[in-house]
């Protein structure tokens, strides 16, 4: 193996989905950087690794990256690995990677498995551009703001999000969006309990809400490209005219835009030139 540091994906959930290139890798290299020791042990064992491993993440000391930093500059081989998926991918890691470049080290990153890229593959979705988000912030009012941030990028938009928070993202997506904004739901991939879902994020909610068996398990939420059109199909307009009539303008418009994801003040504008 050349002196480098290897990044390797691991499997997100089917153990049989990793390469029989980072298999080699593994096997060959003369240390694995392990996010989690005691969870990669059970991979290794599997395939018949028996490389050294060592504790490298988020929380790890400086002293543990110089060291793998220099050792890679005397000429040793390291795999870095995360839990599951590609390291680096909404994973710490990337100061170690600058550390080995900044030294003029190899880096050489393996392709495979990623939870965002195997979401989008399946979510029925425009994905010739795509906004990768990761996990938003577990406070609402800057989940709500980067919410709003994402619907101003006007792409579609991938988000990785924990059980016990999975209700509250979809209704603050309600909430944003509008109850008629596609999103498709991912949880647990290439697991035994896999589910992939594309709906309104109003009825994607009310399933979640209604099976707490889908409220469990890892998600990746995608968010449709939020179109900047304000044209309305002919029941929005009679929705929009009935509303009118009965509230402000201003109202109306708001209670429109907020049901079909479109721009309050431009529907407002619509009403009042008519």
């Keep these: 193996m050349k002196a480098a540091l290897y990044i390797v994906p691991t499997p997100i959930g089917n153990t049989g989905d990793i390469t029989l290139r980072a298999i080699e890798t593994l096997k060959a290299v003369d240390l694995i950087a392990a996010e989690d020791t005691r969870h990669s042990r059970t991979l290794m064992a599997q395939?018949?690794?028996?490389?050294?491993?060592?504790?490298?993440?988020?929380?790890?000391?400086?002293?543990?990256?110089?060291?793998?930093?220099?050792?890679?500059?005397?000429?040793?081989?390291?795999?870095?690995?995360?839990?599951?998926?590609?390291?680096?991918?909404?994973?710490?890691?990337y100061a170690l990677?600058?550390?080995?470049?900044?030294?003029?080290?190899?880096?050489?990153?393996?392709?495979?498995?990623?939870?965002?890229?195997t979401a989008l593959s399946a979510a029925g979705l425009p994905t010739h551009h795509f906004h990768f988000e990761g996990f938003l912030s577990a406070k609402r009012v800057a989940r709500v703001k980067r919410l709003e941030a994402l619907k101003a990028l006007g792409t579609?938009?991938?988000?990785?999000?924990?059980?016990?928070?999975?209700?509250?993202?979809?209704?603050?997506?309600?909430?944003?969006?509008?109850?008629?904004?596609?999103?498709?739901?991912?949880?647990?991939l290439t697991k035994t309990f896999e589910t992939i879902r594309r709906a309104?994020?109003?009825?994607?909610?009310?399933?979640?809400?209604?099976?707490?068996?889908?409220?469990?398990?890892?998600?990746?939420?995608?968010?449709?490209?939020?179109?900047?059109s304000t044209s309305l199909s002919a029941e929005g307009r009679a929705l929009l005219e009935r509303l009118a009539s009965e509230l402000p303008p201003r109202k109306a418009?708001?209670?429109?835009?907020?049901?079909?994801?479109?721009?309050?003040?431009?529907?407002?504008?619509?009403?009042?030139?008519?």
């Design 156 to 188: 579609t938009a991938v988000l990785y999000e924990a059980p016990h928070r999975i209700v509250d993202l979809l209704t603050d997506m309600m909430s944003v969006f509008g109850e008629a904004h596609e999103v498709c739901i991912a949880r647990e």
């Design 47 to 93: 395939y018949d690794i028996s490389t050294p491993l060592i504790s490298f993440h988020e929380y790890s000391d400086t002293h543990v990256m110089d060291r793998l930093v220099s050792r890679v500059d005397a000429g040793e081989s390291i795999a870095l690995i995360s839990d599951a998926g590609t390291p680096l991918i909404s994973d710490p890691g």
């Design 97 to 117: 990677v600058r550390g080995v470049q900044n030294k003029g080290g190899l880096v050489i990153p393996l392709p495979g498995a990623c939870a965002a890229i």
């Design 200 to 228: 309104p994020v109003s009825e994607i909610r009310e399933w979640v809400l209604s099976d707490s068996n889908q409220q469990r398990g890892e998600f990746v939420v995608i968010s449709a490209a939020v179109t900047q």
């Design 253 to 274: 418009a708001q209670i429109v835009a907020d049901h079909y994801g479109l721009k309050s003040r431009e529907l407002y504008q619509q009403l009042i030139s008519d």
